[in-house]
């Protein structure tokens, strides 16, 4: 069972996870959506598409744009859309 845990938080937890380019991508339906805010970033990756991006806030904190998904994916990438990705501190673990 993985998890992404934040100010020791879990805000995912799925064994369903699929690892692109070393990052683990959540099911939408394992993340704890009290704890994502839709965020205003948005990036394009040349094979996936657009991403749009969530502030993660727990506790009080806010961690700004530390979740990221492809809500309409490449067809290339069409096995993640919607899946969640983390970075900027969030601890992926098993």
């Known amino acids: ?21 070393n990052n683990h991508y959540f099911p939408p339906s394992s993340i704890n959506k009290e704890y994502f805010k839709k965020s205003e970033s948005h990036t394009h990756c040349p094979w996936k598409g657009q ?18 998904f492809y809500p309409d994916a490449s067809h290339a990438a069409k096995s993640i859309e919607g899946y969640v990705a983390f970075w900027k501190g969030v601890e992926i673990t098993e």
């Open 1 to 21: 069972m993985m998890k992404a845990i934040w100010n020791h938080t879990i805000l995912a937890e799925s064994d369903d996870t699929i690892v692109i380019e």
């Open 51 to 68: 991403a749009s991006y969530y502030n993660i806030e727990v506790n009080g904190e806010q961690n700004p744009d530390a979740a990221w």
